[in-house]
């Protein structure tokens, strides 16, 4: 199977599934991909994600204790303002626009279902955010994985992800 | 024993409890709040221990926007008021942007000696990122230009450099301790001019952090950075939309703890 990479500027990259061969890296420990994965169960890409990610999976040896960590970025979050806004960087967000959007970040949750059947891993959900909006996010993910709880459940075919939150320096205030 | 002076009931600046704090309390409570570009300036003004303690953050990163007018390219304000009151070794972090149509090339031409006067001030850099750098411009007196920045950068960032791969390599290889290198390119990257086989870099780079691609089509630069620096060490990388794909993983496979892909990027065909 043949991929198209469209580039943002109109060019693009080709590739195969094969290049993705993850087989000689036994080094490796985390799989990072972005929440998108699960914007792509809306839009109907929800087969190309995972049969991505299934061959990817299926090539890493065994023998590697693997993390896959879903990256959830400032921007994946509507509650908070884009970077250079004004402070605070928070929208105000009413109690259904915030639900709904809850609703969003549990959409990767099945793909991953899928994916823990071609191999076990342990799965984290991270906030890779600005510290300035650590809170909001993590706190918005925590309950994410409270709802996908309370109507999936997590057991030993899916075990409970944890949240992190992984830093980064990005998000200043216009001068 | 009191010695003289104001005596102890009677209230002065140097009184105050948040004065009194040792240096390494007030450190954490400043890095509570690093981000908070408000607070950190309320804290400045406290007292000249609070103002040691929060000026590092609040000048950790600049970000300088080049733009053009009547033709004729403008360095922004906050580089000269910076400079002037000396702050600029305080930076950590250096953001050369270009957010303008059309681009303007950072060349030597833009460097005079007024410009380059604040840029040699730059003396704690970790991270450096530029936009729409012409490295061909700067060669063969490159170290004139970006010779101070080498010991203390860590991470650097290139968005569409203009040069053959042998001068993107050769700029590299400035960086000797260089651990992070993230590009972002368009299709006609290192095909503009002939590569000259002398230019050797100066030294070889560490480069076992963070490689992080972005749109990227140099797929023969990587391959002639592992010829010229003998091989690829990255723990760390952030592939999306980039040539040569199976190359670059099977350079790394010895080293490689972490990658993030994205497979939605791809459209079957």
Redesign the interface.
């Known amino acids: ?9 109109g ?1 693009a ?3 195969s599934l ?5 087989s ?11 929440s ?2 699960g ?2 169960t809306n839009n109907g ?1 929800s087969d ?2 995972s049969t ?2 299934k061959y ?1 999976l299926s090539t890493i040896p065994p023998s590697v204790f693997l993390r896959i960590i879903v ?1 959830y970025w400032d921007h994946d979050f509507s509650g908070i303002k884009p970077r250079g806004s004004d ?1 605070p960087p928070f929208r105000e967000l009413s109690e259904v626009a915030r639900a709904k959007e809850a609703s969003q970040h549990r959409l990767p949750f099945k793909v991953l279902r899928k994916l823990y059947k071609v191999r076990e891993f342990r799965l984290a959900l991270s906030a890779t955010v ?3 909006v650590a809170e909001y996010a993590t706190r918005m993910l925590e309950e994410v994985v409270a709802e996908e709880k309370l109507e999936n459940g997590f057991d030993d075919h899916f075990p409970e992800p944890v949240v992190i939150y992984d830093p980064h ?1 990005t ?3 216009a ?1 | 024993m009191w010695s003289g002076g104001a005596s102890p009931e009677t209230p002065t600046a140097s009184s105050s409890p948040a004065t009194r704090l040792p240096q390494e309390i007030v450190r954490i409570i400043i890095a509570y709040i ?5 607070s950190l300036r309320a804290c400045t003004l406290t007292c000249y221990s609070w103002y040691i303690a929060a000026v590092p953050h609040l000048h ?2 600049l970000e300088i926007e080049t733009h053009s007018l009547d033709g004729m390219v403008w360095w922004p304000n ?1 580089l000269w008021y910076m400079y002037r009151l000396g702050l600029l070794p305080l930076v950590r ?1 250096l953001q050369v942007v270009d957010n303008g149509y059309p681009h303007i090339w950072l060349s030597k031409g833009l460097f005079n000696r007024n410009v380059l006067r604040p840029f040699l001030t730059f003396t704690n850099l970790r991270e450096l990122e530029i936009d729409f750098l012409d490295i061909s411009s700067f060669l063969p007196g490159i170290r004139r230009y970006f010779g101070h920045f080498p010991p203390t950068v860590r991470s650097l960032t290139l968005r569409e450099p203009r040069g053959s791969y042998r001068e993107i390599i050769y700029f590299i290889g400035l960086f000797q301790h260089l651990q992070d290198l993230t590009f972002t390119c ?2 006609k990257f290192g095909e503009e001019r002939a590569d000259d086989p002398t230019l050797t870099p100066p030294f070889i780079p560490p480069l076992r952090g963070w490689l992080r691609l972005f ?3 140099g797929a023969g630069l990587l391959k002639d950075m592992i010829d010229l620096f003998g091989g690829m060490r990255f ?1 760390y990388m ?1 592939l999306r ?3 040569g ?2 190359f670059l ?2 350079a790394c ?17």
Not at chain 1, 1 to 9: E, K, S
Not at chain 1, 25 to 33: A, D, N, T, W, Y
Not at chain 2, 253 to 269: F, H, M, N, Q
């Open positions: 199977m043949r991929y198209t990479r469209v580039l943002a500027n060019f990259a080709r590739s094969r290049d993705f061969d993850l000689q890296h036994k080094m490796l420990r985390v799989l990072q991909i972005p998108c994965i914007c792509a890409q190309t994600a991505f990610l990817v990256l402070w600005s510290g300035c320096r998000w200043r205030p001068r | 690093t981000y908070d570009t408000h950790y990163s906050p972090e368009g299709a749109y990227f089509t723990r952030h939309n980039v040539d794909m199976r993983l099977g496979a010895k080293s490689l703890e972490v990658v993030v892909l994205y497979p939605t990027d791809s459209r079957g065909e």
